[in-house]
């Protein structure tokens, strides 16, 4: 009777495998192949821990790239090695009551996939692992696999796998138990009835590790490949206890399950007003515009810890504030390591087409190497403010506006260096009309990240203020 | 109108949180990493997922898993890093995943350097994984437009089923402009294809194999026949002063803000220069660059690159017009007068 085999398939299989083709009913693996088996007991483990509804299927690149003809669950195929990484990516995307598989084999899992398993093991993925170890690649023809016996003959080691050559058999599970995170870790065999036995438990045990949500369980199964192996099914089974088994000990490795299974934290959510004020904090308040009469295109240069990239940034934001079109542009990188440092700005009020300012009408040169290096490019009639503190020279040209001011010395008096840009800025900003003063000082609280700072800030604006006043003003 | 001033690659991971994105698996790559940084800055604190994965292999990996799980998900890279992601952009589209990936594009090949390249065009546009599949990729130029269109990505990956790059450079990355954030929250809805540990999509299978000749030719016929009806439904540019031009130059990204000023000085200069710039460079604006380009002396391609939009455009004008490549590489990036000057136009 047909009915008796449709009893004995687990309901988390199909009854047909319909995917395969109308009617089937038997698998695509060879005879004697060990997938069979570890599906079976797979899909046992679901139909005992009912949760067929909540499970996610990930099937590798190999020989059972097709799990998804046999499992009635959701299912997921993955490229090679990659499936503990789509595997995490299902993990934490859906809520935590899912139950996520990843079934890879030894080229996928030890292979290409190494980096993969590695990580999403050391994450602690709340995820269930079935490591199949057949030592052989079975799908694309019997070539050797990371878990190859040393001396084992293979399509890739024709005359047997050497150390010299390939390496050694790579022992997953004693790599994975050497981790931190995992919480369960055992090899088991499809070597002999009494194996697969325990092998039906352990399979169960690392799924029931998930639905209490402890994290990482990963279950070796030693596995037989008869085609691969060029054996018949007796033989191979025989093949696994006296060779696999000896290279790779069945048994536990880790089981912390025995610890109270973890507390987990509850996602914040967010309401959509919640949201869009997580993100108010930036907002660039508006104010009275100033007496911007053409494009400025700035170029501020110095070097770190000059103030250079946050004044500049201010400068840009001043003119937001003022609802102009601006853009800041930074050298930015390894550059920038080197002790240099300047940035563009444009403000304008049409739209900016470069923001790469390369022919500037402000130069603010905060140290010597800036002005050698932008003078030239300074359009005529542009301005250029020179930090006398440090740039001996005067500047070359006479077809430019220059204003010396000791920008540094000042800071200093004050008592933050740091803000000698800004005090350049604001001598740029009371001579130009670009931005108003009343807008520099508007924007600094919101615009300095350490508070303290903020008062000297502000104080250096007013005494570049006080320096253009007695200096320039005419 | 109150409005942010920042990054690109800051504005990127508003617009991608307003747009509904709850998933980000990246890797750190220059100029790209603000974006991950903000986005592990923000992404948790909305109730969201935030991993730095271990490469960037994994981290489009993780993509496919979450996508496959109805996530409205993201990544952000550069040229190395998008390289090692073409298979899996290719399984992606295999099969049908909705995702969205940002390019700030920098000089290559090989490590090459930081600064500003168009050169990921061929990867990005034409393909770069294996198989017949295209993704659909915008080609913003201003920090708004990252903002903008990293926002509208996830709908349309959700629509067509298919990865939306936003295909910056470290220019567009790494300057600071007046931004001003969507008003509105977009959601992702609940997709019939998509398994989400429940009873009712327990039926759902992702996969890209196709055993069988017969269907996977099937496939790919759906994928083309959706690619075809993109040039149709969301082909997207913006023109300037083409209406009189003669001359037409055609740029995206940081070229077509140096061409625009350029534009304006040719124009001072009482040359009639017009600007066509894609913002969806697939599907490509063909039809409107073969109708401008019938009525110019000569068309201008701009590009960071060796000349990889330039096939697009000679493609689409097939011979109608004269075509000139004024191109930079390496991470030069020209001055509008330095375009001017090699265009011919110089004083």
Known sequence: MTTVIKHQKPSAFYDEFFRKGPGQKTTHYCP?????????????????????????????????????????????????????????????????????????????????????????????????????????????????APTTLLGQKTTTSPRGRTAENEGYPIHMSEVISQLEAPVFVERVTLGDAKGVMKAKRVVQKALQNQVEKRGFSFVEILSPCPIGWKMNSMDARHWITEKLEKIFPVGNLRDDTKEPAPVSIPRMKLTDEELIDLFKSGEVESVKAGSLLNEQLVKVAGFGGQGVMSASALLAKCAVAENRHA???????????????????????????????????????????????????????????????????KVKRDDVNVMYVPATDIAIELGSVMTATIVALAVYAAASGAVSVETMQKMIPSSIKRKNLVDINLKAVEAGLKYYKEHYQK | MTKHLMKGNDAVIRGALLGGATEFFGYPITPASEIAHAAAFYFPLAGHTFLQAECEVNAINMLYGASAAGSRVMTASAGPGVALMAEGLSYLAGAELPNVVIDVQRAGPGLGNIWPEQSDYNMVVKGGGNGNYKNIVLAPNSVQEMCDFTYKAFDLADKYRMTVFIMADAYIGQMMEPVELPKQVIHGKRKDWAIYADKESRKNLVTSIFMSVEEMAAHNQKLCDKYERLKNEIVDFEEVDTEDADILLIAYGISARISLSAVKELRAKGIKAGLLRPKTLFPFPSKRIAELSEKMKKVFVVELSEGQMLEDVKLAIYGKAPIELCNWMGGMVPSSKDLINKMGYGD
Not at chain 1, 47 to 74: A, E, H, M
Not at chain 1, 379 to 393: A, D, F, T, W, Y
């Open chain 1, 327 to 393: 853009t800041w542009l930074p050298s930015y990188g390894p550059e920038m390591r080197g002790g240099t440092a300047n940035a563009s700005v444009v403000i304008s009020n049409e739209a900016i087409g470069a923001p790469v300012v390369e022919t500037p009408n402000v130069l603010i040169a905060m140290n010597a190497p800036s002005l050698d290096l932008f003078e030239e490019s300074v359009q005529p009639k542009g301005m250029v403010i020179v930090n006398s503190s440090l740039i001996e020279r």
């Open chain 1, 32 to 144: 004697g192949c060990g997938h069979g088996v570890a599906h079976k007991l797979v899909a046992e483990a679901i139909d005992n821990l009912g949760i067929q509804d909540r499970t996610v299927f990930c099937s590798p690149v190999g020989c059972s790239v097709f799990g998804y003809y046999y499992f009635d669950t959701g299912n997921v195929q993955c490229s090679h090695g990659r499936a503990a990484a789509a595997a995490t990516g299902v993990c934490r995307t859906l809520d935590e009551d899912r139950i996520v598989i990843s079934y890879q084999g030894d080229g996928d899992l030890a292979g290409i996939g190494m980096g993969a398993i590695m990580h999403a093991a050391n994450r602690g993925e709340n995820l269930t692992v079935f490591f199949i170890n057949n030592a052989i690649y079975g799908m694309t023809g019997g070539q050797m």
